[in-house]
């Protein structure tokens, strides 16, 4: 009898402090494979901060994080905790592309250049295999006619789904949205929003921050409320948006929160 496959990522029991100021209050998530899980919830509830602590772009004080069941190793404990091996760090980070609100582009380096170049220099990956696959995601976003222009020259929706195609080409195991439409206007946002509704599609792993309940609950398998570094309340989208049981998730979705 063979075991289930564990998920892509699982964290348990996660602490992050910045100083004084605690932002994750021991905070559990779960992707599997083709899972699409949204973190929601006021500005300052610790969304972003879980997403960078799972890519460990943020170090955690307490908790543990596995990727694929493989435990992340540390060394020390509390504000002195750091990950123990840099390899495993950064094997990790090359299965779990994180897509910023910002965008994130290189100004320097033309669209296609922009996404090819993790998979050349970080992976090692040959450049004509990869520009036939860098092309290719850029036709996938909709903005192959833009793959020899600048990042300047393109509108943030063009921007966003060139950062997109970026963390794509990388291959990943799961894919990391940290509030990806925010900096755009309304009409530029579902250029994005219906990108990542297509990768919900084919099945793709994602964890996703968005002040967008729309997008959650269209795409989520799982949606988390984060409250105060806490989860406030967790469970399918139809649950948490039709049926919420908290009264503090309950006040942010008739206040139509967007933070």
């Known amino acids: 009898m063979t075991s289930a496959t564990p998920p892509v990522i699982e964290i348990t029991g996660l602490h992050k402090s910045f100083g004084a100021l605690e932002v994750l209050r021991g905070v559990d998530l779960c992707a599997s494979a083709g899972d699409v899980v949204s973190l929601i919830g006021s500005s300052g509830s610790g969304k972003s901060t879980l997403l960078r602590c799972a890519n460990l772009l943020e170090d955690s004080q307490e908790g543990e994080i596995r990727f694929e069941g493989e435990a992340v190793e540390w060394r020390g404990t509390g504000h002195q905790r750091r990950p123990a091996n840099p390899a495993q760090v950064t094997r990790i980070r090359t299965n779990l592309s994180m897509v910023f609100q910002q965008f994130n582009l290189w100004a320097h380096m033309s669209i296609l250049q922009n996404v090819m170049e993790a998979p050349v220099t970080v ?28 990042p300047a020259q393109l509108s943030g929706g063009q921007q966003q789904r060139a950062a997109i195609a970026r963390a794509l080409c990388m291959q990943p195991r799961a894919l990391l949205f940290d509030e990806p439409t925010s900096a755009l206007d309304p009409e530029l946002e579902q250029e994005v929003v219906k990108v990542i509704k297509d990768l919900a599609n084919e099945g793709r792993t994602m964890i996703l921050v968005t002040h967008d309940m729309r997008l959650a609950r269209d795409v989520s398998d799982h949606v988390i409320f984060l409250h105060q570094g806490r989860i406030e309340e967790e469970g399918p989208p139809e649950q948490l948006f039709g049926a919420p049981r908290s009264t503090r998730l309950q006040q942010f979705l008739s206040h139509g929160q967007a933070a």
């Open 123 to 150: 992976l090692g990956e040959d450049r004509a295999e990869v520009e036939a696959r860098a092309r290719a995601l850029l036709d996938k976003v909709g903005i192959g006619a833009k793959c020899e222009a600048w």
